[in-house]
T-cell receptor, first 113, second 115 residues
Framework: AQSVTQLDSHVSVSEGTPVLLRCNYS??????LFWYVQHPNKGLQLLLKYTSAATLVKGINGFEAEFKKSETSFHLTKPSAHMSDAAEYFCVVSDSNTGKLIFGQGTTLQVKP | DAGITQSPRHKVTETGTPVTLRCHQTENHRYMYWYRQDPGHGLRLIHY???????DKGEVSDGYSVSRSKTEDFLLTLESATSSQTSVYFC??????????????FGQGTRLTVV
């Protein structure tokens, strides 16, 4: 069965500094991977997705993620944090056999002025 | 925005009563999902569907049942609501193409309180 682990439950950065949110996955096959963001009391919004095309994926609002098969990782980065980036971030993998979407536990990003 | 709506958006119900939540899509997507979101647990899959009348359990399926009699509707039923089922419930839809599974689109959520 596929699974996803977000390595940090909480990340705190200062505004203008880089953001790194870490995600590792387990998968027997080539996975489909996604990052979603959820602002307080809001729904979930897709940031970016990897579906076996380019390994460096660009998303909205300046976020990027790199698929590294050898490390089974899909870490999310942004060069410069903005106050509006403060939110909950979820790494998600699609089970190749069943289509189930498996969520990580989430990482809360705090951005300090 | 993807055509996915959940109803009701808010509900308060009493322990022991049955409750049905509805998810409706206009995208003709094959896959539909029900999740619950609780603090500290992220989103946990309750049930999902991979086609009309084709459903399977997720990781927290006890106390829940689902039905999908047509492509556009996926119903989640709490047979006898308990306080532990107080949560925010999200429906999602996705599909599959030659590249793999597409991104999921989520409904706005249903806040259910069991008193």
């Amino acid at each position: 069965a596929q699974s996803v682990t977000q390595l940090d439950s909480h990340v705190s950065v200062s505004e203008g500094t880089p953001v790194l949110l870490r995600c590792n996955y387990s998968s027997s096959y080539s996975p489909s991977l996604f990052w979603y963001v959820q602002h307080p009391n809001k729904g979930l919004q897709l940031l970016l997705k990897y579906t076996s095309a380019a390994t460096l994926v660009k998303g909205i609002n300046g976020f990027e993620a790199e698929f590294k098969k050898s490390e089974t990782s899909f870490h999310l980065t942004k060069p410069s944090a903005h106050m509006s980036d403060a939110a909950e971030y979820f790494c998600v993998v699609s089970d190749s056999n069943t289509g189930k979407l498996i969520f990580g536990q989430g990482t809360t990003l705090q951005v300090k002025p | 925005d993807a055509g996915i709506t959940q109803s009701p958006r808010h509900k308060v119900t009493e322990t022991g009563t049955p409750v049905t939540l509805r998810c409706h899509q206009t995208e003709n997507h094959r896959y539909m999902y029900w999740y619950r979101q609780d603090p500290g647990h992220g989103l946990r899959l309750i049930h999902y569907s991979y086609g009309v009348k084709d459903t399977d359990k997720g990781e927290v399926s006890d106390g829940y049942s689902v039905s999908r009699s047509k492509t556009e509707d996926f119903l989640l039923t709490l047979e006898s609501a308990t306080s532990s089922q107080t949560s925010v419930y999200f429906c999602a839809i996705s599909d599959r193409n030659y590249r793999g599974y597409t991104e999921a689109f989520f409904g706005q959520g249903t806040r259910l309180t069991v008193v």
